[in-house]
């Protein structure tokens, strides 16, 4: 059931209806149900495992609180860590595992080979299994009580608007908001609903799926690319991934806030950081602040020698490409990401900073989307080949650039227009209260209106999915 489906459209206005018009105790009941049923339509054979992951790690809370000895409560911790990572393992990575384990017997000159597996990807599953094991590692730390209620806990990991591509959401902040009683929305608050919806509808279909198609035919066109293609697929997929799940998670917190429940900003208009420290703190904050807090600073984040703190840095976004999918090419998205920031902290270390000026900063922003955009060849590739296929159509100085390049420029000037806006909107609110062009209600309604003619008028007839929820 895709947001952008009438499907969910008649799903979300029947929950939204009944749901406020149940008391609280029922309404999270009434709300666990409808999240089985959302995720159920993706596969109900998957339901289990998602209920699976939930279970252990609510027995393991609650095993490592009541834990009489320090090495019980590392036992319990380390066996929601496990569980979760093996669910990962056995369901994302063991086929790529497979089958580099027998291409390393046959460049040794051995024979031998593990079996592949003809395995469904769970829908969600790297977003859910980190948001459940966080859990237990933070009743672990002494951050969290452990949730009293099975179906309270039950409903934090598998909350419909967020269950299939985030944001990753924590027990400290989530579960508090499930737990206690909800108060009737205010008009305000219906409304900032509203907006995030409608400029995440806008993002993901007016633009993004527009993008989706002249990236799709760029790559299509790899094994014969010249320097026209490929930077049509340079900027192309960079906006689209962007719109895309940036619109998603527009789209989840507004649905949510209609629900009375805040889920985190997820983005924070990643292309006006102006490093790639800067970057990652804007893109998909949820991921790298997950990251940050349960991988680089125990492995000792930033207070060590810089060596130490660069392997630190190269682990972590390493963990960061591998997450999004098993194939070499996320392993070397992950490798340029950390290449990247070892470099901006070493340049930092020589103070070499990013300029105080409006020109430095321009130029400091325009590098750092550079960089992550070529980074992207890799991400959107199907394989190695098709990535350098694009990448060696820079030397290809022949053809021309036509309507694609003129709408991909169209489009990429209307995503950065928009968030200039949002980004002086919320500079101006000091809140998270999403405003747009003017205080004016009249200006604002209208321009929210014109967002929703351009929507209807520009995206396609049918639904795409979302980039993420291949993840």
């Known amino acids: 059931m895709l947001f952008n489906s009438v499907a969910f459209a008649g799903f979300f206005v029947l929950v939204y209806a009944v749901y406020w018009r149940l008391p609280k105790r029922a309404q999270n009941l009434f709300l666990l149900a409808g999240s089985l049923f959302f995720y159920g339509c993706w596969n109900w054979r998957l339901l289990p495992l998602i209920v699976f992951s939930a279970t252990v790690d609510y027995v393991a809370g609650w095993k490592v609180f009541r834990a009489g000895t320090p090495r019980a409560r590392r036992l319990w911790m380390l066996a929601s860590i496990f569980t979760n990572l093996g669910l990962l393992f056995f369901f994302k990575y063991y086929n790529f595992f497979a089958e580099s384990f027998s291409d390393l ?59 299939v591509a985030g944001p990753i959401e924590r027990g400290r902040r989530l579960l508090p908001q499930i737990v206690r009683p909800r108060d009737p929305l205010s008009l305000p608050r219906r409304i900032s609903g509203l907006k995030l919806l409608v400029i995440g509808y806008f993002q993901k279909v007016a633009i993004a ?113 591998v997450w999004h999918g098993a194939s070499y090419n996320f392993v070397i998205f992950g490798l340029l990401q950390g290449t990247y920031l070892i470099t ?62 003129l709408l991909v420029l169209f489009y990429a000037a209307l995503s950065l227009a928009l968030d200039g806006f949002l980004e002086r909107a919320l500079r101006r609110r000091r809140s998270h209260f999403l405003g747009l062009f003017s205080r004016n209600w009249v200006v604002e309604t209208l321009a929210f209106a014109a967002l929703v003619v351009f929507t209807a008028l520009v995206g396609e007839n049918h639904a795409e999915p979302f980039v993420y929820f291949q993840f």
């Open 105 to 163: 017997l046959a460049l040794a000159g051995l024979r031998g080979s593990l079996s592949t597996l003809n395995i469904v990807l769970p829908v969600g599953i790297s977003f859910y299994t980190f948001q459940s094991m966080a859990y237990t590692v933070d009743v672990y730390r002494g951050q969290l009580e452990p949730c009293r209620k099975y179906t309270d806990f039950l409903l934090y990991v598998s909350f419909f608007p967020q269950l």
């Open 209 to 321: 799926d527009t993008l989706g198609v002249i990236t799709d035919a760029a790559y299509a066109n790899a094994d014969r690319a010249n320097v026209a293609v490929t930077l049509v697929a340079f900027f192309s997929f960079t906006f689209q991934v962007y719109c895309d799940f940036s619109g998603y998670s527009k789209i989840a917190r507004g649905t949510a806030r209609l629900l009375g429940i805040e889920l985190m900003l997820n983005f924070n208009q990643p292309f006006f950081g102006r490093s790639t420290q800067e970057f990652w703190r804007r893109w998909h904050i949820s991921l790298s602040t997950w990251l940050r807090d349960y991988l680089y600073i125990p492995l000792g984040g930033s207070r060590a020698a810089p060596a130490r703190v660069y392997t630190n840095l190269m682990i972590t976004m390493l963990a960061a490409g």
């Open 344 to 405: 901006w902290r070493a340049l930092e270390r020589r103070g070499i900073g990013p300029p105080r000026t409006a020109p430095g900063h321009v130029l400091c922003c325009t590098i750092s989307v550079l960089l992550f955009a070529f980074s992207l060849f890799f991400f959107r590739g199907a394989d190695l080949a098709e990535s350098l296929a694009l990448i060696r159509g820079f030397g290809v100085w022949e053809g021309a650039l036509g309507l694609e390049a």
